[in-house]
C-alpha cells in the first residue's frame, strides 16, 4: 500500500489503521510504504507529476522485494497506469476501485472532501474512468489537508463540517451514496456512516479489498493495454 506523498512512520502506522485486523484475508500481510521523495499534500497537477515517478519507483522496489500485489493508497491513483505497464503483480488504483464500487451501490455519488485543491485528482481519475456522468457533486470543507496527523486530534472540528458537506450532497445535490475523497480522512467513516441514510465508502478499504480479491481470483491487469517497456530505467530513480 503506497502512500504517494513522503509521510513519517508514525503516519504510516495511522493509515496502516484503517485495515481491521478482522478484516484481513488469511494469510495476506500488508505492508504500508510512502514515496521516498515529493510534495506534501498533491496541491496540483505539478506535485502530482512528480507522485508519479515516486510512487512508480516505490512500486517497482515493492515486487522486487516480493510483494504480491500495489495498491496506490490514494484517490490520486498516482503512478497507476505506468506501475501496470513496469510490473506484472496486480496494481490496484484505490480510486479507480472505489468508482467502480459506488457504480454498483447506487445511481450518483458524491465524493465529500478535505480541501478545495483536491479538485484536480478527482477530475483527472472520473475522466480516465469515462464517470463524470455518475458524479453528483464535489462538496469541499475547505480544510487544509495533515498528512502526518490525519485526522486525529481534529474530531470535534472537523467531522461536523463533513457531516454538513454530506448531509448536502444528499438533500440539494441528490446523491445516493457518498465517497471519502482522501484516505487520510478514513478516522471519520464510521462517524459519517452511522448518521447518514445512504452508504458512505471509505476508499482505502475499497482499494484493499481490491487487491485480495484478485490475488483470490488470480487475475492481474492486461498486458495487450499496459505493455511492457522494451528495456526498465529503474537506475534513474538511483541518479544512475
Sequence with gaps: MI????????ALEAFAAQIPQHLLMPGVSVEFTCAARGGTALDSHYEGAIADAWCLEA??????????AVCINSMSDSGVAALRSR???PVVGTA??????????GRRFSIISMWDRWRWLYDKVLHEQGMEHRLASIRSIGVRPDTAEL??????SVFPLLLDAARRAIDEDGADL???GSTTMHQSHAFLAERLEVPVINPGLVGYKTCEMLLALGLSHSKATWLSP?????SVFLGG
Design 59 to 68: 512500486g517497482a522496489r515493492a515486487e522486487e522485494e516480493g510483494c504480491a
Design 230 to 234: 522494451g528495456s526498465t530505467m529503474d
Design 3 to 10: 502512500v504517494p506523498v513522503p509521510v513519517p512512520q508514525a
Design 178 to 180: 457518498l465517497i471519502l
Design 87 to 89: 510490473l506484472s503483480i
Design 151 to 156: 485526522l486525529s486530534g481534529k474530531e470535534d
Design 96 to 105: 479507480q476501485a472505489t468508482y467502480a464500487l459506488a457504480t454498483q451501490l
